[in-house]
C-alpha cells in the first residue's frame, strides 16, 4: 500500500499529465466539500487546465463569495450535454455519494478520488485517503504545496473555510497542531478569520432559526440521559421557509446537553425516507453506526438514509445507539 507522500505524488503527476476534468464533491455539499472543490478548480486554472465544477444540489449561499463559487453547477439544473473521463471527487467517503453526477462520467473514466472519511473505500484509479486529517481541504493544502505556484488570498480562503466548517471553528477533536500550523499559515496570505467565522458559524437566517425552534420542540432524550434526538418534517421546512442549508448544526444541540453521548438529528424526506445525523462525545463510533445503515463518516459525526417512516426509524436508530453504548 502505498504511502500518504506516494499517493500525493500519484494525484500531482495525474494532473499534470490529462485535461479537461470534471470535478465533483458529495450530494448537498458541505464547506468542505464547496471549498475542496473550488480550491482543485483553482490549482487547475493555475496550470492551464479545463475543468467544470459540479454538484448535486446547491451550495451554501454564505459560501458563494469564495472563488469562483458562482461556477460551481448545480447538475440538477444542468442537462446531460456531455461526459467526462477524467474525474477529480473530492471529501466523497464512497462512490454513490457524488450522486447522480455520475452520468457525466464515461464508462471508461479514470477517477482520482481525494478525501479524509476512515469508511473511504479507495473506490478511485487514483487515491489520496488521509482519514487522520480533519477536512479534505487539508490534504489539498498539501497536494497544493507539491504545484511550484504562488499561493493567494483567495485559494487560500477556500482552504481555510474547509477547515474552519470540518472543525466547527477548531473546537472539535479533529483540530491537530498540523490544522493549527496550517491556519496560521493561511492567515498569512491575507485571509480575514473573524470575517469567515461571523458569516460561515455564527450568523443564522430566520428560516433557520424558524426551523431549530420546530426541531428542538421534538425534542427526546432516554431515560439513561445518554440519547438525545430532535426530528424535522417536510411540514416544519414548509412552514418556515427552511432550506437543506438551514438545517446546518442543529444536530448539535441534543449533542451538546450534559451528559449525553450521542446527539442525532432525523430528517424526514418524505413518506418513506429519514436522513440521520449523528454526533458523538467519543464513547459511540458513529460511523460504524451509520455504516451499517449503509452511510458512514467519521467516528464523531456521521450520517445515512434510512428508507422508512419517521416514527420506526427513530426507533431502530436510537436502540442500535443505546446498544453500542
Not at 3 to 14: C, I, M
Not at 212 to 235: E, F, M, S
Amino acid at each position: 500500500m502505498q504511502t500518504y507522500e506516494q499517493e500525493l505524488q500519484q494525484a500531482k503527476k495525474f494532473l499534470l499529465e490529462h485535461d479537461d476534468y470534471l470535478i465533483v464533491s458529495h450530494v448537498q455539499p458541505d464547506g468542505d466539500a464547496v471549498s475542496s472543490t473550488l480550491a482543485v478548480g483553482w490549482l487547475l486554472s493555475r496550470l492551464g487546465k479545463k475543468f467544470t465544477m459540479m454538484n448535486e444540489g446547491v451550495i451554501p449561499k454564505r459560501m458563494k463569495s469564495l472563488w469562483h463559487a458562482d461556477d460551481l453547477i448545480n447538475m440538477s439544473e444542468y442537462p446531460p450535454q456531455r461526459s467526462f473521463s477524467n474525474i477529480i471527487c473530492v471529501d466523497c467517503a464512497d462512490f454513490e455519494r457524488v450522486g447522480r453526477t455520475k452520468q457525466f462520467f464515461t464508462e471508461d473514466a479514470i477517477i482520482v478520488n481525494i478525501d479524509h472519511h476512515p469508511t473511504n473505500n479507495r473506490y478511485g484509479a487514483v487515491n489520496v485517503v488521509l482519514p487522520e486529517a480533519a477536512a479534505t481541504a487539508e490534504i489539498l493544502f498539501d497536494l497544493l504545496n507539491l504545484f511550484e505556484i504562488e499561493w493567494d488570498a483567495e485559494v487560500a480562503t477556500a482552504i481555510y473555510t474547509g477547515l474552519l466548517t470540518d472543525t466547527g471553528g477548531f473546537r472539535y477533536a479533529n483540530t491537530s497542531p498540523k490544522v493549527m500550523g496550517i491556519a496560521s499559515e493561511l492567515l498569512s496570505y491575507g485571509v480575514n478569520g473573524p470575517e469567515l467565522a461571523e458569516s460561515l458559524l455564527e450568523e443564522m437566517t430566520l428560516p433557520q432559526l424558524k426551523v431549530l425552534v420546530h426541531a428542538l420542540n421534538t425534542l427526546n432524550i432516554t431515560p439513561d440521559g445518554k440519547v438525545a434526538w430532535v426530528y424535522v418534517t417536510p411540514q416544519h421546512m414548509i412552514d418556515t421557509g427552511a432550506v437543506n442549508e438551514d438545517l446546518e448544526g442543529i444536530v448539535n444541540y441534543p449533542r451538546n446537553i450534559q451528559g449525553v453521548e450521542v446527539g442525532i438529528l432525523f430528517k424526514q424526506v418524505d413518506t418513506g425516507a429519514v436522513k440521520v445525523s449523528l454526533r458523538s462525545a467519543g464513547k459511540v463510533d458513529v460511523a460504524a453506526l451509520a455504516q451499517s445503515f449503509g452511510g458512514g463518516g467519521h467516528v464523531r459525526a456521521a450520517g445515512c438514509r434510512i428508507e422508512g417512516d419517521l416514527e420506526d426509524t427513530i426507533s431502530k436508530v436510537v436502540e442500535q445507539v443505546r446498544q453500542a453504548l
